[in-house]
């Protein structure tokens, strides 16, 4: 593959990653990842953001690097926006083909090179406002972005070009192949790309939505023709579309989101499964869009996209050994990690003799600000009264997101 030319002198060097493997050994990647560094060329060269080595991106990147005429030993500059190995993995390595590589990082960054990489020598700290002339008209800024996703995490902004190297902010799963552009993209990948971005966001970022929020507010300071991320497409044509969604995706941390329902559920032996239609059924019948996953055959990272966008929440649970079933005690608590709060939500469940799941569940759903009905436990199968009333309460839950969501607009 060759770099891709974003701008005169700004390149798109890019790793495509398969499907193998999970994102931070636990997200599942069925349709990869891109790992995206970008080469400025003024009088000096700088590279912003490096890869891990997985999947030979250290090779996909050096053939790339070479379609330009550059090799790892002529970078004179190493920008490093965030530490994490996705980023920083083959540090060591292409400081010892570049002894004299410099590398700049934020503050926070620097005990982290040397604890990850044992590298003290050549690195220098920059901070919101300082900036690096690379000649040529060329010129970065750095601005801290703290906790967009870890505390040293900074964004580096060209000038004459006006484009942001966001590095996680404004990312998706999802490999891109040759295309580099959003605007590139068919109507079917644009789709397949939101449905990834979110997903990215709700498994990645969400957990630090309020200083995302913060982040944003400080770019309102720069102009910017271009949004070019660490991850998925960058956006030349309307840049603002992404900024738009995160800051959407940022405000549905703490509800409402969209008038939609997400649906997990999880049974033994089929008597909570019993639940499930009637329940969905009222849900229906009022209109709703619902997304239902069955656990743990389906993995967390998909119900927690849903989750994040949705007001409504049901839970279909047994009770195992006095407390929520696994699977389902394992959901709650992804949920819980990523602040996935005040959400209206509903459980039903099947126990044997005593229960016990709710008692559990209560201990979540009220540190997470939920707002619950009334639970509907049935001892064994479910009688045709339970099955009648799940019904009800699946269209109440549903009367009431969209009562919820009017209210909010
Ligand atoms: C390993 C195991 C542990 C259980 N622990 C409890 C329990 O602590 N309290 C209870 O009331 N029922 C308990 N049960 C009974 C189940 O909650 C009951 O069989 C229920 O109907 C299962 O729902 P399901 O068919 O949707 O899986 C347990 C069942 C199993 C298999």
Known sequence: MQAIRIRDGIYRISANIGNKDLFEGIW??????????????????????????WDDAPGQIASQLASVGVSFDQI???????????????????????????ILASKKSIPLIKNFYGIEEGVKA??????????????????????????????????????????????SFGAMGNKAFHDELSA?????????????????VSTFSPFVERAIKKLENLEIDVVAPSHGPIWREEPEKIVEQYAQYASWMKGPALPEITFVWSSMYGNTQRMVEPVLEGIRSEGVPVHVHRVP?????????????????????????????????????????????????????????????????EEFTSSMKWNCMEALEFAGAPDADDLALGRERGAELARAVKKMCQADK
């Open 297 to 361: 055959q389906e993995h967390v990272s998909f119900v927690l996209a849903d989750a994040w966008r949705s007001t409504g929440i049901v839970l279909g649970m047994p009770t195992y050994e006095y407390k929520m079933f696994p699977p389902m005690a394992h959901v709650l608590d992804i949920l819980d990690r990523s602040h996935v709060q005040s959400r209206t939500a509903f459980r039903f469940g099947s126990y044997g003799w005593s229960g016990g799941a709710q008692k559990q569940l």
């Open 76 to 102: 004179d500059y190493l920008i490093i926006n965030h530490m994490e190995p996705d980023h920083t993995g083959w540090l060591r390595e292409l400081r010892e083909k570049n002894p004299k590589l410099q």
């Open 28 to 53: 599942p990647l069925p349709n990869g990842v891109s790992l995206n560094s970008y080469l400025v060329k003024g009088e000096k060269i700088a590279l912003i953001d490096l890869v891990k080595d």
């Open 188 to 204: 079917s990948e644009k789709d397949f790309f939101d449905r990834e971005t979110l997903r990215y966001y709700a498994n990645i």
């Open 126 to 171: 920059v901070s919101s406002g300082d900036s690096l002339d690379l000649g040529d008209g060329k010129t970065l800024f750095f601005e801290d972005t703290p906790n967009v996703h870890w505390p040293e995490t900074m964004v580096t902004w060209e000038r004459s070009s006006k484009v942001l190297f966001s590095c996680d902010a404004f990312g």
